[in-house]
T-cell receptor, first 114, second 115 residues
Framework: EAQVTQNPRYLITVTGKKLTVTCSQNMNHEYMSWYRQDPGLGLRQIYYSMNVEVTDKGDVPEGYKVSRKEKRNFPLILESPSPNQTSLYFC?????????????FGSGTRLTVV | AQKVTQAQTEISVVEKEDVTLDCVYETRDTTYYLFWYKQPPSGELVFLIRRNSFDEQNEISGRYSWNFQKSTSSFNFTITASQVVDSAVYFCALSGEAAGNKLTFGGGTRVLVKP
């Protein structure tokens, strides 16, 4: 089944404790992206990757890191999480970054930073 | 810059009523794509429709229909004869040619269908 898999689904952590949210897709998609969802703000792009070893900032990159060492994986790293990073996070992939095919989204990761 | 506005934050209807969700967008691109996604209470994002800027034909799919009007930069979504299972948050999104594959989302409209 074609899908984007995120882990974990739920995570509660303490301020400052480094964490990684994993994302993997099995569709050989070139483009991958991370979004965060906050009430009233919709989804905002954090980082995206056009292909392996090619990443760039989205609209709200502060406090986040990403890497794209393999085509299928695109982890999101929070080096020192803070309470304002409490949010619902989505990983997404798309066939290409050159045009808009729309996204396949993962199931989401609900992160709480206390 | 791209912008999507969903002015309605929440709509409450009784089952079998029709409900229309408004979406207004801004873009400088001549080629762009518009999307609607549904987020049910379980939280996942479900793709509903994708339209490009050159195709203003309105579309009907079952109980769903979409009204794309370039003149008013609107891409409205109607659920006919709503059902409880339609209760969800609905997002309108835009991807412009200049932004590559980046999707810009509106703030979402929560639809509550009461039995």
């Amino acid at each position: 089944e074609a899908q984007v898999t995120q882990n974990p689904r739920y995570l509660i952590t303490v301020t400052g404790k480094k964490l990684t949210v994993t994302c993997s897709q099995n569709m050989n998609h070139e483009y991958m992206s991370w979004y965060r969802q906050d009430p009233g703000l919709g989804l905002r792009q954090i980082y995206y990757s056009m292909n392996v070893e090619v990443t760039d900032k989205g609209d709200v990159p502060e406090g986040y890191k990403v890497s794209r060492k393999e085509k299928r994986n695109f982890p999101l790293i929070l080096e020192s999480p803070s309470p304002n990073q409490t949010s619902l996070y989505f990983c997404a992939s798309s066939l290409s970054g050159e045009t808009s095919y729309g996204y396949t989204f993962g199931s989401g990761t609900r992160l709480t930073v206390v | 810059a791209q912008k999507v506005t969903q002015a309605q934050t929440e709509i409450s209807v009784v089952e079998k009523e029709d409900v229309t969700l408004d979406c207004v967008y801004e873009t400088r691109d001549t080629t762009y794509y518009l999307f609607w996604y549904k987020q049910p209470p379980s939280g996942e994002l479900v793709f509903l429709i994708r339209r490009n800027s050159f195709d203003e034909q309105n579309e009907i799919s079952g109980r769903y229909s979409w009204n794309f009007q370039k003149s008013t930069s609107s891409f409205n979504f109607t659920i006919t004869a709503s059902q409880v299972v339609d209760s969800a948050v609905y997002f309108c999104a835009l991807s412009g040619e200049a932004a590559g594959n980046k999707l810009t989302f509106g703030g979402g409209t929560r639809v509550l269908v009461k039995p």
